[in-house]
């Protein structure tokens, strides 16, 4: 499947289905029973070749940690139905925590682990309650007809997946900050379909050798099963409020979640557990939507950037003391890790701002636009900004079109262009008017920023190299503080010495990934920074990099805990 796709699933709340999981050994198990049954009919020679094709399975598509989990259940199950036994579906559970986490105790922090035993642990506790509660009474006795066949699984199919969402909406928020309902109706049609998928691939696998006609009829019905699979997510496009992002809120919050729902569990007291609903209900409320954010904004009166850590690329936030965002490049690279929607926009939220008013495009080069795409959907900018046009780059032109659907100003900014924000100014520096129609990126095109705020400025350089750092520098209009954002990663094409030394920054900016294969920083770059006394702060080996001033001062953390201060000291008359 596609990036887009997989994205799309993941949005309705279904991706889940396509991943080989329980549900999937579940029924690859009865279809082991139903093929057994007939050539073996002692119960326990029934169970053991139902384990043995069921570990043949887990075998043949990967140690996964919902498949392990499903496999071993499956198994310890059947083991126990040796002994003329039926355990308890939570003790099994419990039982197959143990074992896996014994041969394997990394999965304590195996995001797939928390997922696959969450769900479960939510359905065995939770569906059934949910069911004794919502169904009436008559479900519970009759012997045929349509509430039987038809309406009490329905039920417990919306009882399992409210359950399931009910145990995971707050890993999900935390982990893949989404929050998503659209998953509780539409697995009504992805669970069939998906058994529809599985049951006809095997089909298509088995007779495609020796059957082809049946194959092809499998063929075409999985086809179709599979188009119903992806279709259904075009629920969320008709009701886009059944899924949205959530910024990740403080632990503590799940943490409260959770215990409610052990009180819940736990208590005979029915106040109690009544009680214990509310403040599920409370807590859950403030992950899904999370009304705090705000609080991690600068201090009143202060402007800060941070470096964001996006490995070899580049993304800055600068926030202003009126409340403004800019966003200085989104990060981005090969593969289907989109680093705008895991790691620039929960950045962002994490540092206090729901929205931004300025997303600042330096270049269309994937490492500083890859993530802009998720940055415009999340987080709404009201103006983008570009410097010189590449009317024939495909990630440009598509960013353009995502900005005009949502109405967001594209505007071209110029070496010249300035912009005032509460006593900070933001000067263009580069690049000037192009001369010619550009047919290709390029990284001497790249946006150049001025921030100043009082006697503190910030140069934000993107790819910028020769052509910008040849130009003359004023002395006279540099800030007595000044904080320089290496050009293209701290390579040998950017921070010439010449530069450097007219530039003269205090502190030094290289957004770069661990271990790259480009060598950067260039040793040439860090020793002209070591010859002027520069501090320098990067993100492979400092992690994110946070500057916030009054305008007198400025002080530098980082993630790893480094931290340094300069000031302008200034002597009474």
């Known amino acids: 499947l596609s990036d887009v796709v997989e994205r799309r699933l993941q949005e309705a709340g279904t991706y889940h289905v396509i991943a080989i999981s329980g549900g999937n050994v579940a029924l690859i198990a009865a279809l082991a029973f139903g093929l057994v049954a007939p050539f073996a009919r002692a119960p326990r020679v029934r169970a053991v070749a139902v384990m043995l094709i069921v570990l043949a399975y887990g075998w043949v598509v990967g ?67 949910l069911t004794t509660w919502a169904a009436p009474r008559t479900w519970a006795t009759a012997r045929g007809g349509t509430a039987r ?8 199919l919306l009882a399992a997946s409210v359950a399931a969402e009910v145990a995971l909406l707050p890993i999900g928020a935390a982990v893949f900050a989404r929050v998503s309902l659209a998953g509780i109706v539409l697995n009504f049609v992805a669970i069939p379909a998906m058994a529809v998928v599985q049951v006809g691939g095997l089909a298509v696998a088995v007779a495609g050798s020796w059957w082809p006609d049946a194959a092809a009829v499998a063929a075409g019905v999985t086809r179709v099963a599979a188009d119903v699979l992806v279709g259904s997510a075009r629920l969320v496009d008709v009701a886009p409020w059944l899924s949205w992002r959530a910024p990740p809120m403080a632990i503590g919050w799940t943490v409260a979640y959770y215990t409610a729902w052990a009180v819940f569990l736990a208590s005979p007291r029915p106040a109690a557990r009544r009680a214990a609903v509310v403040t599920a209900a409370a807590t859950l409320a403030v992950i899904a939507w999370s009304p705090l954010t705000g609080r991690m904004r600068p201090f009143a009166g202060h402007v800060r950037l941070t470096l964001l850590d996006v490995g070899q690329g580049d993304a800055l936030f600068v926030q202003f003391p009126s409340g403004h965002a800019l966003l200085v490049d989104a990060g981005g690279g090969p593969g289907s890790f989109d680093l705008g929607a895991r790691v620039v926009v929960p950045a962002v939220w994490a540092l206090g701002s729901r929205r931004i008013d300025w997303l600042s495009v330096t270049h269309g080069d994937l490492d500083h636009i890859g993530g802009a795409p998720a940055v415009v959907a999340d987080l709404h900018p009201r103006e983008i900004w570009e410097g010189i046009p590449v009317p024939r780059d495909r990630s440009l032109q598509a960013l353009r079109d995502s900005a005009r659907a949502r109405g967001i100003v594209w505007r071209t900014v110029r070496a010249g262009h300035a912009l005032e924000v509460g006593g900070v100014s933001i000067d263009v520096w580069h690049p000037p008017a192009p001369d010619w129609e550009r047919q290709r990126v390029r990284n001497d095109d790249s946006v150049v920023l001025r921030v100043r705020y009082g006697d503190v400025e910030l140069l934000l350089t993107g790819d910028a190299g020769v052509e910008f750092e040849r130009a003359r520098l004023d002395p006279a209009g540099l800030a007595p503080i000044r904080m320089l954002k290496a050009g293209h990663h701290g390579s040998r094409t950017s921070s010439a010495a010449a530069f450097v030394e007219a530039y003269r920054p205090q502190v030094a900016l290289i957004s770069v990934g661990r271990g790259n294969l480009f060598g950067h920083p260039a040793p040439a770059v860090l020793a002209r920074f070591a010859a002027i006394g520069a501090e320098v702060f990067r993100t492979d080996q400092d992690g994110f990099v946070t500057v916030e001033t009054d305008g007198v001062s ?3 953390r980082t993630a790893g805990g480094r931290s340094w201060t300069v000031g302008v000291l200034r002597f009474a008359s």
């Open 554 to 556: 400025a002080r530098v």
């Open 149 to 156: 066949w038809v309406g009490r699984p329905a039920l417990l």
């Open 63 to 129: 140690p996964d940690a919902s498949v392990t989990r499903a496999v071993v259940a499956a198994c310890l199950y059947l083991a126990v139905g040796l002994a003329g036994l039926v355990p308890r579906a939570v003790h099994v559970l419990g039982l197959v925590a143990v074992v896996v986490t014994l041969v394997d105790p990394l999965t304590v922090v195996d995001v797939g682990a928390w997922l696959s035993f969450g769900a479960t642990l939510g359905i065995v506790l939770g569906a059934g309650r």
